[in-house]
Each structure stands twice: as structure tokens, then as C-alpha cells.
């Protein structure tokens, strides 16, 4: 990992981050669905903050019996608000990467 600390920045010392969420498209380009809710009631909700969404959200879609709703990618945790995937992958922000999958 070369000269990745492993300890998590402090919130004094985390990237200051901006007030405006991004924006993120409508529909699911892979599954059509929203984007973001409300959901339908009948679904549930779940996050895996496990370090890479890419791989995580793939395999979501690929989970057998068609029961995936939708999908997104961001960061959980940390102390910067609405950090960009530069802030969150430079160790400065205290957040992970994350998926959250509808189902």
C-alpha cells in the first residue's frame, strides 16, 4: 500500500467538502429504475461499505433471481460532506466507499 497511513484523519483535519450533494441521473442506466427515493414499499434497503463500489455494485447486478432494484455508489462514513471521489480516495475525508442496493 506503499505510504497509505492506516489511521483515519481527524474531523478537525479532514477536507473541508461542499454544501451541494451531486447530482446524480434520474434512472439507472444498467436497470432502468430510480435513482434515488422514495422506494416502493415493498423494498428494503442495504449498504456494504467494503472499500470498492465498482467490483460491489457489479456483482449486485449479477445476484440471481432478478430481485435488484437499484443500485448507487458513494462514501459512508467520514466527515466530509459531499466529498468527490478524489477527496474520499485521498484518505483525507474519513469515508470508505460504499453501495447501496435496493432489493
Not at 436497470?31 to 463500489?53: Q, T, V
Not at 445476484?63 to 483525507?92: D, F, H, K, Q, W
Request: charged share 15%; proline share 8%.
Amino acid at each position: 500500500m506503499g505510504n497509505v497511513s492506516s489511521e483515519i484523519v481527524s474531523r478537525s483535519e479532514a477536507a473541508k467538502g461542499r454544501p451541494t450533494p451531486m447530482k446524480v441521473s434520474d434512472k439507472h442506466y444498467v436497470l432502468g429504475n430510480p435513482m434515488e427515493g422514495p422506494w416502493p414499499s415493498h423494498l428494503e434497503k442495504i449498504i456494504f461499505a467494503n472499500g470498492c463500489f465498482w467490483g460491489s455494485e457489479k456483482g449486485a447486478w449479477r445476484l440471481p433471481g432478478g430481485g435488484i432494484y437499484s443500485t448507487a455508489v458513494g462514501y459512508a462514513g467520514g466527515y466530509t460532506p459531499n466529498p468527490t471521489y478524489e477527496e474520499a480516495c485521498s484518505g483525507r475525508t474519513g469515508h470508505t466507499e460504499a453501495v447501496q442496493v435496493i432489493y
